[in-house]
């Protein structure tokens, strides 16, 4: 088991959720903060909603922190370091799930819209990490989670870009798992299937039906159950669990 560094216990550590405001990120601050951890919760331009994720973070008594960054700019990224900092916060946790779907077929995708898949999905997620990490493997503990999906590992038709962008995540989580393992820093990647957040507007009700039909659970998942999964990747004695890439799916990809 990887051991925690001396001066703090796992409740004492502090985690950092990219794209906290709502949905499953918002869910994963709430997880960490039900423990009382130090929780930092990044948005990018939903300030209200971030606002109300603190507050019912804080209603657990964790101490709560926001911040706002375009994770596709190493300098706004290093800003909010400095700012974290000051506030005497270093993530143990890292939490990469902030990212950005994109629906509709090859041929008419544009480059700008894949260069903004790719940017906010894997770009921001290698930025993120490589300004956090020093610390991890300086104190020889920490934990480095990404948010994929089940279509990184099966690929989905009309999705092809997201698909490609979670596919490149997968691939980065186990890479970096091997160069980080040796320093007691585990990296993972959660990749769910279907799950009840926003992503699912765009569907009208005959889709869903149709997608839960496929689906061997009968039902989507909810943010807290892939929440549960990240919290558990994020514990002293997960620390053997490294470089794999978990899918909560009700069954649907086996």
């Known amino acids: ?43 990018l331009h939903s300030h209200e909603a971030a606002n109300e994720t603190a507050r019912q973070c804080m209603h657990h008594g964790a101490r709560v922190l926001t911040v706002t960054a375009d994770l596709r700019s190493q300098e706004q990224i290093a800003r909010m370091k400095e700012k974290l900092q000051q506030h005497g916060l270093v993530p143990d946790i890292l ?78 989580t186990k890479a970096l798992a091997k160069e980080l393992a040796p320093s007691g820093v585990t990296v993972n990647a959660v990749a769910p299937g279907v799950v009840d957040t926003m992503m699912m507007a765009g569907f009208n009700p005959e889709e869903k039906a149709a997608l839960e039909n496929d689906i061997p659970a009968g039902r989507f998942g909810q943010p807290d159950e892939i929440a549960s999964l990240v919290y558990f990747l994020a514990l002293p004695e997960s620390g053997y669990i490294t470089g794999q890439i978990i899918s909560p799916n009700g069954g649907w990809l086996t």
């Open 95 to 172: 939490v990469n799930n902030a990212g950005i779907s994109h629906y509709g077929m090859l041929a008419d995708i544009t480059e700008e819209e894949w260069d903004q898949v790719m940017n906010v999905n894997l770009k921001g997620m290698f930025l993120m990490t490589r300004q956090f990490m020093p610390e991890m493997v300086a104190q020889k503990f920490g934990r480095i989670i990404n948010v994929s999906s089940i279509w990184g590992m099966s690929g989905a038709s009309c999705e092809v870009a997201y698909s490609t962008a979670k596919g490149g995540m997968n691939a980065f």
């Open 1 to 43: 088991m990887t051991s925690l560094p001396d001066t703090k216990s796992f409740t004492e550590q502090t985690v950092l959720v990219t794209g906290a405001s709502r949905g499953i990120g918002a869910a994963i601050a709430r997880r960490f903060a039900s423990a009382r951890m130090n929780v930092i919760i990044h948005y």
